[in-house]
């Protein structure tokens, strides 16, 4: 049976294999990697919502595939939402992930409500058609990184219930309880 093929407007490469894992082998995920040459778009959207929304119309224009985007976010409660759009690049415009997280930890010390949520917003169009799915994982904020799995916020990201971060789970019980597990499954659902 032929797979679907619809491109994923992704360039991080933990991101494209966790929704590997999550939506199996039905589909045929492009991406970045397989076109001659990357699609730019700059997300200067204020809400998740706006720059999935962009990106995906953006990729789609460009591939003529159907498209799907996502932007994730970590929303602190005592930083009003922070760093939430900003998240990737909170520290600076290189991303750096380690910087992001010391950046947090020193905007959280001496804070007692650590209450956070991770956030992701997925974007598919094809055609006219548009579609957005969201998954939010509930949580608080650690106050030392621990574990080595995972990416970004994962090592200070401590999920409700748990006592683990989330660089501590295994890639299946992140995929389980993630919130772009989450948006992605919703997503998936909408495929069939």
């Given at each position: ?17 966790e ?6 082998d ?17 997300e ?22 159907p ?11 005592a ?13 600076g415009?290189?991303?750096n ?19 956070a ?5 997925i ?40 006592h ?10 992140k ?18």
């Amino acid at each position: 049976m032929a797979r679907t093929k619809i491109f994923f407007g992704t360039g991080n490469a933990k991101k494209l294999k966790e929704i590997n894992e999550i939506l199996g082998d039905r589909y045929e995920i492009i991406s970045f990697r397989d076109l001659p040459e990357k699609i730019e778009v700059i997300e200067d959207r204020p809400t998740l919502e706006g720059n999935a929304i962009k990106k995906a119309r953006e990729f789609h224009a460009a591939t003529g595939l159907p498209c799907f985007s996502d932007d994730t976010g970590l929303e602190v409660e005592a930083l009003d939402g922070r760093p939430g759009v900003y998240s990737a690049r909170y520290a600076g415009e290189d991303g750096n992930a380690e910087r992001n997280m010391a950046k947090l930890l020193e905007e959280l010390q001496g804070q007692e409500n650590r209450a956070a949520r991770f956030r992701t917003v997925i974007a598919y169009v094809n055609g006219e058609e548009l579609q957005t799915f969201d998954g939010v994982l509930n949580g608080q904020i650690g106050h030392e990184k621990r574990g080595d799995q995972g990416f970004g916020y994962d090592p200070l990201f401590i999920p409700e219930g748990d006592h683990r971060t989330l660089a501590e789970h295994s890639a299946d019980e992140k995929n389980a309880i993630s919130h772009r597990g989450r948006a992605v499954r919703k997503f998936a659902n909408f495929l069939k």
